[in-house]
């Protein structure tokens, strides 16, 4: 009994053996923590692991293929000027991707790309850490009429 | 023991004991279940209506989803049916590859289900020692896939993703691993006296019985019936499996009975199966491409062109799974119809549950591997909430009439 009571004693005062979460409570550069014991490094994922999406926003042409074979449809599709141009551009909404690779696989540019960076938690579904691509969108989308008709 | 006094015992439909919402209702003599009335319909999710608005890849990944264990299975079977219409040949090395992944699946689903029978009689720790040695497994098939389910790893005709040389070392790491605990672990399984205890003689099914309400997967396999997909109609690499036979309990020496110690026998042998097919595959894997080599577009552009139904047919870990699709020209199929082993085995309850004692329903229940949500195909409501039901005779009817309207047109 008096172990038990000792324990219980011991585990609130030792330091905490979770990590911050969401992720983005954790600083960028944790090398200098690791030492101090104040975080946990990373899990180590798999070869072959399909974690986070990236989106190279000057490769892509617009083609939508990747908006087409997406199961989950989380590729939106937008209308955009760049350089008084109209061409389209995709979003990719991450809280409705299944991580199937589909969309990396069908880009003819390579413009979408797979990473093994698992920690995606937040407090917005559709907050910009979710949704990637969404400062280009911001930034280049254009209302068009033309669509609508 | 029996009594005098009948009373009815609801369980479900959300219960703490069951994973999935379902209903029994149950007519008590005492200690003993006099009668049974199963009611399913509460987790219905109207998959194989998605499926018409999606093309033919995002179908894929959507019957991933079906059922979480059986995530290969399900798409397999689909694929299969695809394949059947369009006379899509698989190269060689993606049949090899499909037979892996089905039996890695398979390893884990039966380890998966020993630890759920041992926690339902109350053995906690089997249910642990199962599950840790289950972790192996899903390790291998994360390495392999990239996923520990919903693997993605199908496209219709072939594979998407190939063994590179570390994959196959991981799978034969694995395989040493699991043949050298396998004796062990049986021995546990199969001749522990405390698991014999509440298993044997209790929740009998018949072989008629099992042949009645056209059982399948271990659960027919346990009353005695020879009865698998992969050999009666194999796919895949079963072709070139000679000594491939379903498993049945006189495999140990025992007569089947149908009780859930065969229905456990089954399983725990087909471990040792599952283990030798992939040792087979990984010793016998033909070199050559994975699949076609056409994208995700191609693909949906070749099928649109096409019309014809088509039907395939895989053993899941639980029984047969079936997918019936037709073809017309667009983008999507017109119909597609998903057949789950549940949905067969669903009705032995009956008999099994029938003249046991109380304390034996949970692993009674656990004993056929249920998924009712794979299971749940119909369900209809009316305005006011009320469930309606539609008889046999009614719905032929109904097809009647859809089908002499459809010829008139
Ligand atoms: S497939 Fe690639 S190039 Fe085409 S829209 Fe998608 S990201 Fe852009
Ligand atoms: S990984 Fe799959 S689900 Fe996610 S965006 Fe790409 S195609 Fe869609």
Known sequence: MLGMVYKVIEQIFSKKSTNCFPMKYIPNNTTQYLNQGIIHPPIVVKEGFRGRLEYDFQSCTGCGLCSKVCPANAIELYSAEINSKKTKRVVIYLTRCTFCKECVDICPRNSITITKSFCMADYKKYGNSLVVGSEYRQQFEIKDHADVE | ?409
Not at chain 2, 54 to 62: E, G, H, K, M, S
Not at chain 2, 247 to 276: C, F, H, T, W
Not at chain 2, 318 to 326: Q, S
Not at chain 2, 363 to 371: K, N, R
């Open chain 2, 1 to 409: 023991m029996k009594s005098d006094i009948v009373y009815p015992l609801n369980i479900g439909p959300v219960h703490p004991a069951f994973k999935e919402p379902i209903k029994f209702t149950f007519r008590i003599e005492g200690e003993q279940v006099a009668g049974v009335d199963i009611d399913f319909g509460y987790t219905h999710r109207g998959i194989e209506k998605i499926a018409l608005e999606r093309n033919y890849i995002q179908i894929i990944y959507l019957l991933e989803r079906v059922c979480g264990i059986c995530s290969f299975s399900h798409p397999l079977a689909y694929c299969l049916a695809i394949e059947d219409v369009a006379e899509i040949q698989v190269p060689d090395r993606a049949r090899y590859i499909r037979t892996i992944i089905g039996e890695l699946e398979r390893l884990h689903s039966h380890l998966l289900w020993t630890g759920i029978a041992a926690h339902e009689i109350g053995f906690d720790t089997l249910f642990m020692y199962t599950w840790n040695i289950r972790e192996k497994v899903l390790d291998c098939l994360e390495e392999f896939t990239g996923n520990r389910i919903n693997y993605g790893m199908l496209t219709i005709g072939g594979v998407r993703r190939d063994i590179t040389p570390e994959n196959s070392e991981t799978i034969t790491r694995m395989l040493e691993y699991y043949m050298e605990l396998y004796d062990r672990a049986s021995e546990i399984l199969l001749d522990d006296l405390t698991l014999r205890a509440r298993t044997e003689g209790i929740g009998i099914l018949s072989r008629e019985q099992a042949e009645m309400f056209c059982a399948v997967g271990p659960t027919a396999r346990g009353s005695g019936l020879l009865k698998d997909v992969r050999i009666d109609y194999p796919v895949n690499a079963y072709y070139d499996i000679p000594w491939l036979n379903p498993i049945s309990p006189r495999d140990i020496g025992k007569e089947p009975i149908g009780d859930v110690y065969d229905r456990m026998a089954v399983r725990v042998l087909e471990i040792k199966q599952s283990l030798n097919v992939i040792q087979f595959c990984m010793e016998n894997l033909p070199e050559g491409d994975i699949n076609s080599g056409e994208g995700a577009v191609k693909i949906i552009n070749k099928l649109k062109k096409l019309e014809g139904e088509g039907i395939g047919r895989y053993e899941a870990p639980r029984g047969e799974v079936c997918h019936y699709v037709i073809l017309d020209n667009q983008e999507h199929p017109i119909q597609l119809k998903v057949k789950a082993p549940t949905y067969s085995n669903g009705f032995t309850w009956i008999p099994m549950l029938t003249n046991i004692e109380i304390a034996d329903i949970p692993i009674v229940i656990a004993s056929i591997d249920p998924c009712v949500a794979c299971a749940d195909r119909m369900t209809f409501i009316r305005k006011d909430g009320a469930k309606e039901r539609y008889s046999w005779d009614y719905l032929h009817q109904k097809s009647i009439q859809k089908y002499k309207r459809s010829a008139n047109q």
